[in-house]
């Protein structure tokens, strides 16, 4: 074992498992894990429906493709709740990131 942990790597291979590493344990710790233990506290019930009866019916759409576009735009639209949960954690990530590789180790 500790010959397998004593190997050279790339500094390209430690910046990109490193980067691997934040962006998932930031994600999993800064967004999963509040709604989980918090649940509808921090992130109250919404409707799945835009404002503006789009996804009501008062709104036709003739081609496949615009139906997939509002389905897209409904999907975007009822998690950004979530969605912002998930930006604040990356941009604390990405700082958090930034300070450590001005270190020369990995650590």
Known sequence: MEGQLCLPAKRRTQFGLKLFVVLILSVVLGTIMPVLLEGSRILPAYKLDIPGGLMSGNFAVTSVWGQFALN????IWSSLPLLTFVAISLGMAA???YASTLTR???
């Open 95 to 97: 700082m958090a990131f």
């Open 72 to 75: 897209i735009l409904a999907t």
């Open 105 to 107: 180790n990995t650590l």
